[in-house]
């Protein structure tokens, strides 16, 4: 019983205690202290206006139009870096600390008339506005005022630092950008140290181009890509805002555009061309940047860009022959017929086919086959890649041992397309860095009078398709002759009197 009334006396004086602490200490039912205020809010896709005044007067507007960001008053397209930076570094800012409210002098912290105001417009008729000051002695954070409202707070540097940039600095610098997939031509003229010269190259299916000057022929499509992303990557490191009259022709005469090194033109099947001329060298900073003037299109702008594209464009037309010349696709072969003849030491021949069928390889009798051989057989052939061209309009192909070849092979799509592979005698090897030898051979497509050199693996798959088509024809004759004795036995007399 003591033991007890000791307990409950000690239960009673803690709470007692617990009641004098939060008097004299009510904060501690206050929870966890908050943490620095959250100033904005928002979903970055609801921005649709950012308006930029400045303490000289100045006013800077970036607005949404049609699903494109622009300058309002100019006709400049706004730099996406630029707009997703706003949108980015405003949407969630939250204060670094809390400095003054209601300072008596604004101006100690660049703030009152000597601020920055920005004004954010939403979608739905919201605003935010603000005024951006100066940065703090250590130059780590910026002040800030959200309006309306008194209380000066600082935030990170990025988040508003970018502000007093010149106009410039918001404009978008890629001046030449498209969609390279909507590209249907590049037609240029090119005057550089070999005088005028012409390049012509048309899309004439999906991932096939064909170069039509200054030589007729298959152009590689990686390579006419880069071509491609050469002009639409361009980026201006400066602009100039060209005159008009005679002071535009002479600036123009003296950037070297009144007859540029290269103009250039893409065309499209969506939307209209786009044209680029490229003219003289421009001053740069830094002289590993070879910068040249450049116009696009009837723009009143000149740009300043990296000149790298003029060597893409000048390179030797053979640089951008297409290489695959075998021109179909792997994955759209169905059927693979293929003949082999000896060749030297070698007598294995003989003539077999596969079909693709049910999602398997299957031959000619329906039997599927074992193993990766036709697939392997069609992807090396579908994608084969010349090494080098050696002769475009060869008139006698028993020369390259291609009149009787050692090996003809024709693939199928489903539309019943066919390209005919001809292999043929042995070539010059290709050495390779480590001084050992690749063997080559001579190949032509039927139809097509140029000779090419290729790698030997191109033979060595179309061997491993006839060495196993004639292992399963040997099993399939002697099981054929088994069943033919089979047949043609006499019946034990044992059987007779079992089956009468």
């Known amino acids: 019983m003591k033991a007890f009334r000791g307990t409950l006396l000690a239960a009673v004086a803690l709470v007692v205690l617990a009641v004098v602490v939060l008097i004299m200490r009510p904060e501690l039912l206050e929870g966890e202290p908050e943490g620095p205020p959250r100033l904005f809010e928002f979903e970055k896709h609801e921005l649709v206006r950012v308006e930029v005044s400045r303490p000289d007067g100045r006013t800077l507007a970036l607005a949404e139009q049609d699903g494109r960001w622009a300058i309002e008053g100019t006709d400049f397209t706004a730099g996406r870096s630029m707009v997703n930076r706003v949108k980015h570094q405003l949407h969630d800012l939250t204060a670094r600390a809390t400095v003054v409210e209601d300072p008596e002098q604004p101006e100690l912290y660049g703030l009152g008339e000597n601020a920055i105001r920005v004004k954010l417009e939403m979608r739905d008729g919201d605003s935010l506005e603000f005024l951006a000051g100066d940065p703090n002695p250590s130059s780590v954070s910026y002040y800030i005022q959200p309006l309306p409202g008194g209380v000066v707070y600082t935030v990170k540097k990025s988040a508003v630092d970018y502000y007093s940039l010149t106009l410039d600095e918001f404009r978008e610098r890629r001046f030449a950008t498209f969609d390279s997939k909507d590209a249907t031509r590049i037609q240029a003229t090119l005057r550089l140290d070999g005088g005028p010269a012409s390049l012509d190259i048309e899309r004439v299916g999906d991932r096939e181009w064909e170069m039509r000057a200054p030589v007729e022929m298959a152009a590689n499509d990686d390579k006419v890509r880069r071509l491609l992303g050469r002009v639409s990557a361009l980026k201006a490191s400066d602009f100039e805002e060209l005159p008009e009259g005679a002071e535009r022709a002479a600036r123009i005469t003296a950037a070297g555009l009144d007859v540029p090194r290269a103009d250039i033109t893409i065309r499209f099947g969506s939307r209209d061309p786009v044209r680029v001329q490229v003219g003289a060298d421009a001053p740069s900073d830094n002289r590993l940047e070879e910068l040249a003037y450049m116009l696009i299109d009837d723009d009143d702008t000149l740009y300043v860009a990296r000149r ?193």
């Open 308 to 500: 790298g594209l003029l060597e893409e464009f000048a390179q030797d037309p053979a640089e951008l022959r297409n290489r695959r010349v075998v021109r179909m696709k792997a994955d759209d072969v169905v059927s693979v017929d293929a003949w082999l003849r000896t060749d030297g030491d070698d007598d294995l021949e003989g003539n077999h086919g596969v079909r693709f069928a049910a999602e398997q390889w299957l031959w000619r009798d329906g039997v599927p086959v074992p193993g990766s051989t036709p697939e392997r057989v069609a992807r090396t052939l579908a994608d084969l890649e010349v090494d080098r061209f050696v002769e475009d309009g060869a008139t006698d192909l028993s020369a390259y041992g291609l009149a009787e070849p050692i090996a003809r092979v024709v693939l199928a799509d489903a539309e019943g397309a066919e390209r005919v592979v001809l292999i043929g005698a042995e070539g010059e090897p290709l050495i390779d860095a480590e001084g050992h030898p690749r063997p080559r051979r001579f190949a032509a497509i039927e139809g097509d009078p140029a000779v090419y050199l290729v790698d030997d693996r191109s033979l060595n798959v179309v061997r491993d398709l006839i060495r196993e088509g004639n292992r399963k024809a040997k099993k399939d004759a002697e099981k054929a002759a088994r069943r033919e004795r089979i047949d043609g036995a006499p019946e034990p007399e044992a059987d007779r009197e079992a089956y009468p």
